[in-house]
């Protein structure tokens, strides 16, 4: 794994009032989109894998059952306040490295990846983390921003993106990149959502053999 200069965990520990503020109202659209494409059933058990100050669990069910995970604390003790305050009580949150998540294989119905694999220090090993723990034909939900496959990468954009990478989110990845983590997953949809088309929204699926991603 590649090293970094600093953790971006030390930004988001201590931006969680900042973070909420800048990206609210702006994400809002596609973390909506994002809530009906789960298509959460009676009795699916939910992972959010860097579920961050929870903004996303405003638009989920109230039933909502399952697990958050996130490396940083700050940001933890801020979904735990949002929690509460929506009567979540079936979510748990737990520290934890989405890079090597502590779950068996096959555990979730629906897992869901909010703005995750472009600021993990590998986006490939987080979606082939949460194949693995994703139950056959289970729900995959990416939310996130992605460079376009085909526009140009000039080194410039890549230098700034690895820079940019140790302090927030890589914002030069292709989706295709990331997707070599996890190359079994059937893409179901790639969109654009607003405000400007400026998020993808990516559906994937687990095949049924359950064959780890
Ligand atoms: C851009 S924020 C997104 C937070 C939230 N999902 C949202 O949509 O607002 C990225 C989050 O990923 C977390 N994170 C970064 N690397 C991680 C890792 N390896 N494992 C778990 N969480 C990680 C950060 O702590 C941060 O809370």
Known sequence: MKPRLFSNLRVYNHIG??????????????RRAAAGALDLREGDRLLIVGVGSGMELEHLPTRTRGVGVDLSDGMLRRARRRRRKLRME??????????????????????????IL??????????????????PEGRIV?????WSEEKARPAAVRAAGWLLGHFAMRFDLRFSEIRTGAPSLELRRHEKVGPGFFFDLVTLRKPGSGKPG
């Open 142 to 146: 990416v939310a996130d921003r992605f």
């Open 17 to 30: 009032g900042l973070y909420d503020a800048a990206l609210g109202f702006w994400s809002r659209k596609v």
């Open 118 to 135: 472009t600021v993990a220090e590998s986006g490939a090993r987080v979606l082939g983390e949460a194949a693995r723990v994703a139950a």
């Open 90 to 115: 079936g979510l748990d949150l737990r520290v934890m490295d989405a890079q090597r998540l502590d779950f068996p294989d096959g555990s979730f119905e629906a897992v869901y990846l909010p703005l």
